[in-house]
């Protein structure tokens, strides 16, 4: 809907939000890579000075006291202005790139190519005074001699060298697969646990829209394994004015080719369309299509406002219920792109925005009893993230110039950060496709993408025909047909107990089932831990703790269960509520 709008939009979001990161050497684009004053390299850095470069219209000062080897590189006048540093002898792979850099009078910018191919823009925080680092992301070198160059992009500043660290093989992700809502349906228990079983080992595709999903089984031969749907024409304030929609029978026929279902919605404020000529009523969950004030709405609950807010999310609920009803998990992304502002449940800040959204939360799951819902939350600032106890995946959105299939590496490392790697990170809308060739090579463990409908599968630019069947046919690049029933946790069950509770202290007792009818080895369970709460004891199984979320992984001894045999595992914990409620535990094996 509103090609160009959301074009438009998306393009400012990246501004804003430095969602890109491209590959170095085989695909080039012109997406920017978010900066930020850094430490000094990183040991096992190798420095390179700028005035050791080819010069392009700068010159080599001495002038600004801090400089590193003989000099700096300034006069970054003119666009073309540059200079090219020489990097012999790599040996290629993955490399931490960062920029040590003066920009006096606040923030500059600067372009970065690799090889001659543009990877994007770098941010340069202002420096009162001597010089500082900024990080620029990851880089991909080839084996032999490469070259990075640093262009005139905006704004005067000097370049005092370059540094390259190679990066280590990631580390495991701490994600347990624990959903937040302990009473979550066993279908979205099942489905968050095959979720974490490909996290960091294959790529579910997507696809946003039943028009746009067939269109690329016409191309590729093959279906996606997620099918995204938008409930925004359940909206009251669209319905009042005659919309209707068949979402639900979309998701519930996804549902039963045995694909997973993705909602977003679009929502048309509930009051205050301005609805004139650019601003109708049909594009009023725009900021500038409506005057309604969410801060002002929320601050009051007593208002008319804030009850037509509690009408709307009442209204989806009824659709919602219909899929819970039938036994179908969601993949749910309510306020999607909040930090943005565009939309107005973003429009006023951080604050109403996340407020919303935890409204949101409480009405759906303890009101409306919601239990098939994982909870998606769409943006990277760490300002507007709402709390780890009411988000299970964190995502964000990807629109990079046409055909740019970038890794959108930065990103990535944002929101593993912004979760504490607890949670896995998808890519909840794109518009170019990251390639999954360079998504490995970049360690950016997407769990899914879903690729926007209309002109993003059909323009053969942003994804051309033959690009979108190598990727639907890459190896770990999971389609429909591949997907199994993700909805039985893969003949892993685990069952929780408590066996007794003392003084804010309780043991506990874990059962993991072999359901299926094959054998399973290398059995994991996750759960969350109550706030406040942790573990002080544990046996028969290997324990990690981080954020809150607790991993048991089975021991040597115990991994291997045969169809219909358990392993017992148990713990120590202390917890200084009631503790009423039980974890929901996730279950995942080999």
């Known amino acids: 809907m509103a090609s160009h709008a959301r074009r438009?939009?998306?393009?400012?979001?990246?501004?804003?939000?430095?969602?890109?990161?491209?590959?170095?050497?085989?695909?080039?684009?012109?997406?920017?890579?978010?900066?930020?004053?850094?430490?000094?390299?990183?040991?096992?850095?190798?420095?390179?000075?700028?005035?050791?470069?080819?010069l392009h219209g700068v010159v080599v000062a001495t002038d600004e006291p801090g400089y590193q080897g003989t000099g700096y590189v300034e006069g970054f006048d003119d666009g073309a202005d540059s200079v090219t540093i020489s990097v012999p002898n790599s040996p290629g792979g993955l490399f931490a790139l960062s920029v040590r850099y003066r920009s006096p009078f606040g923030e500059k910018k600067a372009s970065l190519l690799v090889n001659g191919s543009g990877i994007g823009e770098v941010d340069l925080p202002g420096t009162d005074s001597g010089f500082a680092d900024a990080q620029a992301g990851k880089v991909l070198l080839t084996a032999g001699a490469n070259t990075v160059t640093v262009q005139s992009d905006w704004g005067w500043y000097g370049i005092d060298s370059i540094s390259l660290a190679p990066v280590p093989p990631r580390a495991p992700h701490a994600v347990t697969g624990a959903l937040t809502d302990p009473r979550a349906t066993p279908q979205a228990r099942s489905l968050m646990s095959y979720l974490t079983s490909q996290?960091?080992?294959?790529?579910?595709?997507?696809q946003q829209d039943s028009a746009s999903e067939?269109?690329?089984?016409?191309?590729?031969?093959?279906?996606?394994?997620?099918?995204?749907?938008?409930?925004?024409?359940?909206?009251?304030?669209?319905?009042?004015?005659?919309?209707?929609?068949?979402?639900?029978?979309?998701?519930?026929?996804?549902?039963?080719?045995?694909?997973?279902?993705?909602?977003?919605?679009?929502?048309?404020?509930?009051?205050?369309?301005?609805?004139?000529?650019?601003?109708?009523?049909?594009r009023g969950f725009y900021t500038?299509?409506?005057?309604?004030?969410v801060a002002a709405a929320l601050a009051d609950p007593t208002s008319a406002d804030y009850q037509l807010l509690l009408r709307d999310i009442d209204a989806i609920a009824v659709?919602?219920?219909?899929?819970?009803?039938?036994?179908?998990?969601?993949?749910?992304?309510?306020?999607?792109?909040?930090?943005?502002?565009?939309?107005?449940?973003?429009?006023?800040?951080?604050?109403p925005a996340k407020a919303l959204y935890?409204?949101?939360?409480?009405?759906?799951?303890?009101?409306?009893?919601?239990?098939?819902l994982i909870w998606v939350w769409n943006s990277v600032d760490p300002a507007w993230y709402p709390g780890d106890d009411v988000v299970d995946i964190v995502s964000a959105d990807s629109y990079p110039a046409a055909g740019d299939h970038g890794p959108v590496a930065l990103t990535y490392d944002r929101l593993l950060s912004l979760g504490n790697d607890t949670k896995p990170a998808a890519l909840a809308e794109v518009g170019s496709v990251p390639d999954p060739?360079?998504?490995?090579?970049?360690?950016?463990?997407?769990?899914?993408?879903?690729?926007?409908?209309?002109?993003?599968?059909?323009?053969?630019?942003?994804?051309?025909?033959?690009?979108?069947?190598r990727v639907y046919n890459d190896d770990q690049v999971i389609t429909l047909d591949e997907l199994g029933d993700f909805t039985h946790d893969g003949g892993c069950r685990a069952d929780f107990q408590v066996l007794s509770r003392w003084s804010g202290n309780y043991l506990a007792q874990v059962t993991v089932h072999n359901t299926g009818s094959k054998p399973i080895r290398n059995w994991q369970v996750g759960w969350r831990l109550r706030p406040g709460s942790d573990v002080t004891?544990?046996?028969?199984?290997?324990?990690?703790?981080?954020?809150?979320?607790?991993?048991?992984?089975?021991?040597?001894?115990?991994?291997?269960?045969?169809?219909?045999?358990?392993?017992?595992?148990?713990?120590?914990?202390?917890?200084?509520?009631?503790?009423?409620?039980?974890?929901?535990?996730?279950?995942s094996a080999a």
């Not at 500038?288 to 004030?293: G, H, P």
């Not at 819970?324 to 800040?349: N, S």
């Not at 090579?441 to 993003?456: H, K, L, N, P």
Request: charge should be negative; charged fraction near 15%; hydrophobic fraction near 40%.
């Open 8 to 54: 438009t939009a998306h393009a400012v979001h990246l501004l804003l939000a430095g969602a890109l990161l491209a590959s170095a050497v085989v695909a080039a684009g012109p997406g920017r890579a978010h900066a930020d004053t850094a430490p000094p390299p990183a040991s096992g850095a190798t420095v390179y000075q700028a005035e050791d470069g080819t």
């Open 199 to 206: 996290y960091g080992r294959n790529l579910l595709s997507g």
């Open 214 to 282: 067939q269109a690329v089984e016409g191309i590729t031969g093959r279906a996606p394994a997620i099918e995204g749907l938008d409930l925004m024409d359940y909206s009251p304030s669209r319905v009042e004015r005659g919309t209707n929609s068949q979402e639900i029978e979309n998701a519930l026929a996804w549902n039963a080719r045995g694909g997973i279902v993705s909602l977003v919605w679009h929502w048309n404020a509930p009051t205050d369309l301005i609805d004139q000529p650019g601003k109708e009523w049909w």
């Open 288 to 293: 500038d299509a409506t005057t309604f004030d």
């Open 319 to 351: 659709q919602l219920g219909r899929l819970q009803d039938a036994g179908v998990p969601v993949l749910w992304r309510p306020l999607h792109e909040a930090e943005g502002g565009w939309f107005w449940w973003g429009a006023k800040g951080a604050g």
């Open 358 to 372: 935890r409204l949101m939360y409480d009405r759906l799951t303890n009101v409306h009893h919601l239990h098939n």
């Open 437 to 469: 060739e360079l998504t490995r090579a970049y360690q950016a463990d997407w769990s899914y993408f879903v690729t926007w409908s209309g002109d993003y599968v059909t323009d053969g630019t942003s994804n051309s025909a033959g690009f979108l069947r």
């Open 537 to 587: 004891q544990s046996w028969n199984a290997s324990f990690a703790t981080t954020g809150g979320s607790v991993r048991a992984t089975a021991e040597s001894w115990n991994g291997t269960l045969d169809p219909g045999a358990t392993a017992v595992f148990g713990y120590l914990g202390t917890d200084p509520g009631s503790g009423s409620a039980l974890p929901a535990p996730s279950c």
